[in-house]
C-alpha cells in the first residue's frame, strides 16, 4: 500500500520562509505533487517532482528525494492569501496504470501578520 | 485559461436516492477522475476513465457508482443509492497524457444525504 506523511499544521509570520516536509512509502512510484487547498475549495496545483532535486516555480520550490522517499515544499516571501492547506500527492503505478494519485492528509498552513 | 467545470456546486438527497454530479473536463484532456473528500479528511481516488472506459478504481467504488460519459464534453458520476456516509465533496479532475500528466480538479460538488 501507500503511505504519506505531513504534519497536521504549520503556523509562520508573513514575508518569511516555511518549509513543509513529506515523506512517503510507497511500490511503483511515479511522481510526487503539491497541491494548495484553501477551505471549501478544489486543489490547486503548485509542482511536480519525478527526478531527485529542486523544483522552483516563483515563490515556491519543491524538492524531492526518491532514495530517502522525501520531499519538501519551500514557499518564500509568505504572503495572507498563502494560508490554505498544502496536499502532497504520490502517483504510483497500479495495475500497469501509473495515474492514481494517492494524497496526504494535508499541512494547514497558517501566515499571521 | 481553461478550466474543469463542475454542476451542481451543492446535491441534496435522501437515503436510498440516486444521484448524478456532472462534470466538464478541460477540452483536450483524455484522462479522467473522480475523488472525494469527506469533511476533514483527505482526498480520496475514486476512478479513471480513458477512450470510454474504466482504467483503475479504489474500493471504496463499490458497484453502487457508476461512471459515464455520455456525449463529446460531460463526464458523470452516479450513485445508485445514497448512504448516509456517501456524504462528502467530490471533485472531478482531468489531465492530458504526457510526461507530466497534471490533474486539474473541478470546484467540486458537495452532496448531502440526509
Known amino acids: 500500500g501507500q503511505n504519506i506523511d505531513q504534519p497536521t499544521e504549520m503556523t509562520a509570520t508573513e514575508g518569511a520562509i516555511v518549509q513543509i516536509n513529506c515523506t512517503y512509502q510507497?511500490?511503483?512510484?511515479?511522481?510526487l505533487f503539491w497541491y494548495q487547498q484553501h477551505a471549501g475549495e478544489a486543489p490547486t496545483f503548485l509542482s511536480y517532482?519525478?527526478?531527485?532535486g529542486l523544483e522552483e516555480k516563483g515563490r515556491f520550490s519543491s524538492f524531492l528525494s526518491r532514495s530517502k522517499g522525501y520531499s519538501y515544499l519551500l514557499l518564500k516571501e509568505l504572503q495572507m492569501k498563502d494560508s490554505a492547506s498544502y496536499l502532497c500527492a504520490v502517483r504510483h503505478i497500479s495495475s500497469g496504470s501509473a495515474r492514481q494519485l494517492t494524497f496526504g492528509s494535508g499541512t494547514q498552513l497558517t501566515v499571521l501578520p | 485559461e481553461p478550466e474543469v467545470t463542475q454542476t451542481p456546486s451543492h446535491q441534496v438527497t435522501q437515503m436510498g436516492q440516486e444521484v448524478i454530479l456532472r462534470c466538464v473536463p478541460i477540452?483536450?484532456?483524455?484522462?479522467f477522475y473522480w475523488y472525494r473528500q469527506i469533511l476533514g479528511q483527505k482526498v480520496e481516488f475514486l476512478v479513471s476513465?480513458?477512450?470510454?472506459?474504466?482504467?483503475?478504481k479504489s474500493e471504496i467504488f463499490d458497484d453502487q457508482f457508476s461512471v459515464e460519459r455520455p456525449d463529446g464534453s460531460n463526464f458523470t458520476l452516479k450513485i445508485r443509492s445514497t448512504k448516509l456516509e456517501d456524504s462528502a465533496m467530490y471533485f472531478c479532475?482531468?489531465?492530458?497524457?504526457?510526461?507530466?500528466?497534471?490533474?486539474?480538479f473541478g470546484p467540486g460538488t458537495r452532496l448531502t444525504v440526509l
Open positions: 510507497t511500490s511503483g512510484f511515479n511522481g
Open positions: 477540452s483536450n484532456h483524455l484522462y
Open positions: 479532475a482531468s489531465s492530458e497524457p504526457g510526461a507530466v500528466d497534471t490533474q486539474y
Open positions: 476513465f480513458y477512450n470510454n472506459e474504466i482504467s483503475e
Open positions: 517532482n519525478v527526478l531527485d
